[in-house]
């Protein structure tokens, strides 16, 4: 797999730095799970993107044209004592050999350190507001060259918000980044069709968690991207259900979101699928809704169309189906207007995807939607919730909640789906489903 260029990204977000700069990055904590047990840990994004490195306790800094040396690393020192109990470090002669840092200290020396690094620049690039302990660290740093000024120290005169080009330059994925994330998707295409095959009533939706875990594990990745949602019959009308606790029941439906990271790069998958392996008649009109509203937002994917088209096609597509089903009265475009169908369907068609599952990038630029370019990853995911308690449908669509999401990848010429391994179609997904081992044996067994 080609490797991931972090030195050309840090030369990139410093040229357009520009001379007389400093950006400063910290790393994520480590949080405390319960008592003395640690969440495991996971680097923070922006951190990871411009350094590979994936331990806690350090500080990146950039400083555009510096004659020593453009890339300092603050990290942990070697410590055997620490690795024999936590594990080991990279500490500052690795990271200056693995890393590419110009320069690597130890991080409790950045407080005598880093407010010379940072003396005489024009400009403070970090990530203003997001972490107000780092905030005030920095501003001790810039004080402390404050307080020096009488003997000619020439404190930094503005601070500016890093965050904005940095997550443009995320936005736009290379080709080692799309790799990573087409292997995410495939690998999480495979749970996904096993849970089909292992789907039967009687089963927990714990279990077909487990199944998706087994499968991401077995083909290399360790970590779901985000907490798995699977949710069966009027579960699926949560749209952040993560309890998983719920039993699946015969002439219901289960909807699985869920996706696999791989070398910090996510997938985002979500099938609607019958638990017994066939589509009642309204689930059946239902499911054809979604899955031709995310058809017809798919078309919309190329360059130079707009992010706001993708919604669009879907809405439209939704709104005709449910005045078909005679779940909506009125004209097409009154009913638009008014957003009626966000009784049924309450939230956007789809989200940047990335190192982060809702990914960093505006949908806006100067007041307008964004416009689409090659290298981008984005989900396209309408959905239809008709909840247990929803009396402006008919009794017989109440308790159906469908969602269909891919992965897309906009290319020169249009799209790519990330995710394609995965049917959709209610053929595709009731043709495998009938392929499960468990279903195989019960037929047997019913035979005898």
Same mark, same amino acid.
């Given at each position: 797999?080609?490797?991931?260029?972090?030195? *050309?990204?840090?030369?990139?977000?410093?040229?357009?730095?520009?001379?007389?700069?400093?950006?400063?990055?910290?790393?994520?904590?480590?949080?405390?799970?319960?008592?003395?047990?640690?969440?495991?840990?996971?680097?923070?994004? =922006?951190?990871?993107?411009?350094?590979?490195?994936?331990?806690?306790?350090?500080?990146?800094?950039?400083?555009?044209?510096? %004659?020593?040396?453009?890339?300092?690393?603050?990290?942990?020192?070697?410590?055997?004592?620490?690795?024999?109990?936590?594990?080991?470090?990279?500490?500052?002669?690795?990271?200056?050999?693995?890393?590419?840092?110009?320069?690597? /200290?130890?991080?409790?020396?950045?407080?005598?350190?880093?407010?010379?690094?940072?003396?005489?620049?024009?400009?403070?690039?970090?990530?203003?507001?997001?972490?107000?302990? /780092?905030?005030?660290?920095?501003?001790?740093?810039?004080?402390?060259?404050?307080?020096?000024?009488?003997?000619?120290?020439?404190?930094?005169?503005?601070?500016?918000?890093?965050?904005?080009?940095?997550?443009?330059?995320?936005?736009?994925?290379?080709? *080692?980044?799309?790799?990573?994330?087409?292997?995410?998707?495939?690998?999480?295409? %495979?749970?996904?069709?096993?849970?089909?095959?292992?789907?039967?009533?009687?089963? %927990?939706?714990? =279990?077909?968690?487990?199944?998706?875990?087994?499968?991401?594990?077995?083909?290399?990745?360790?970590?779901?991207?985000?907490?798995?949602?699977?949710? *069966?019959?009027?579960?699926?009308?949560?749209?952040?259900?993560?309890?998983?606790?719920?039993?699946?029941? &015969?002439?219901?439906?289960?909807?699985?979101?869920?996706?696999?990271?791989?070398?910090?790069?996510?997938? &985002?998958?979500?099938?609607?699928?019958?638990?017994?392996?066939?589509?009642?008649?309204?689930?059946?009109?239902?499911?054809?809704?979604?899955?031709?509203?995310?058809?017809?937002?798919?078309?919309?994917?190329?360059?130079?169309?707009?992010?706001?088209?993708?919604?669009? *096609?879907?809405?439209?597509?939704?709104?005709?189906?449910?005045?078909?089903?005679?779940?909506?009265?009125?004209?097409?475009?009154?009913?638009?207007?008014?957003?009626?169908?966000?009784? /049924?369907?309450?939230?956007?068609?789809?989200?940047?995807?990335?190192? =982060?599952?809702?990914?960093?990038?505006?949908?806006?630029?100067?007041?307008?939607?964004?416009?689409?370019?090659?290298?981008?990853?984005?989900?396209?995911?309408?959905?239809?919730?008709?909840?247990?308690?929803?009396?402006?449908?008919?009794?017989?669509?109440?308790?159906?909640?469908?969602?269909?999401?891919? &992965?897309?990848?906009?290319?020169?010429?249009?799209?790519?789906?990330?995710?394609?391994?995965?049917?959709?179609?209610?053929?595709?997904?009731?043709?495998?489903?009938?392929?499960?081992?468990?279903?195989?044996?019960?037929?047997?067994?019913?035979?005898?």
């Amino acid at each position: 797999m080609q490797a991931i260029n972090f030195v *050309a990204r840090r030369k990139r977000l410093m040229q357009w730095m520009g001379p007389n700069s400093v950006a400063i990055l910290p790393a994520s904590s480590e949080k405390i799970r319960s008592h003395d047990v640690h969440y495991h840990f996971r680097q923070d994004n =922006d951190f990871w993107y411009l350094t590979g490195f994936a331990e806690p306790e350090a500080v990146a800094v950039l400083i555009p044209g510096r %004659k020593h040396g453009e890339f300092i690393l603050f990290n942990r020192e070697k410590d055997k004592t620490q690795e024999i109990w936590h594990g080991l470090r990279l500490g500052q002669d690795a990271a200056i050999e693995e890393l590419g840092a110009d320069d690597a /200290f130890p991080i409790n020396d950045i407080d005598d350190i880093l407010p010379g690094l940072m003396e005489g620049r024009e400009r403070i690039y970090f990530a203003l507001g997001m972490n107000p302990d /780092f905030d005030q660290k920095v501003m001790e740093w810039r004080n402390q060259i404050q307080a020096q000024v009488k003997r000619g120290a020439e404190p930094p005169g503005e601070m500016v918000d890093l965050r904005h080009h940095l997550h443009e330059m995320r936005l736009i994925k290379s080709a *080692a980044e799309i790799q990573r994330m087409r292997y995410a998707a495939k690998t999480s295409a %495979k749970a996904h069709c096993a849970l089909m095959q292992a789907c039967e009533p009687g089963l %927990k939706e714990l =279990d077909m968690e487990a199944e998706l875990q087994y499968h991401y594990a077995k083909n290399g990745c360790r970590f779901a991207a985000y907490p798995s949602i699977v949710a *069966a019959g009027d579960n699926a009308n949560i749209l952040h259900y993560v309890e998983n606790s719920g039993e699946l029941t &015969d002439g219901e439906l289960l909807l699985t979101d869920a996706g696999c990271e791989f070398e910090h790069y996510a997938s &985002d998958i979500t099938r609607t699928i019958p638990i017994n392996g066939a589509f009642n008649k309204e689930q059946a009109a239902l499911y054809d809704i979604v899955l031709e509203a995310q058809l017809k937002a798919i078309e919309m994917i190329k360059p130079g169309n707009h992010w706001n088209q993708i919604h669009d *096609a879907a809405v439209r597509v939704i709104t005709q189906g449910l005045i078909d089903l005679k779940i909506l009265k009125g004209s097409l475009e009154s009913l638009i207007e008014r957003g009626a169908y966000r009784d /049924f369907y309450m939230h956007k068609t789809g989200h940047w995807i990335g190192l =982060d599952v809702h990914d960093v990038g505006d949908y806006q630029v100067h007041g307008q939607p964004r416009v689409l370019e090659s290298g981008m990853v984005l989900t396209v995911e309408p959905g239809l919730y008709i909840a247990k308690d929803n009396t402006k449908a008919a009794k017989k669509w109440r308790g159906i909640g469908i969602r269909i999401e891919d &992965d897309i990848l906009v290319t020169k010429k249009g799209y790519d789906i990330l995710s394609k391994d995965v049917p959709k179609t209610r053929e595709d997904i009731e043709a495998l489903m009938s392929k499960g081992t468990n279903k195989d044996k019960s037929k047997n067994k019913s035979k005898k």
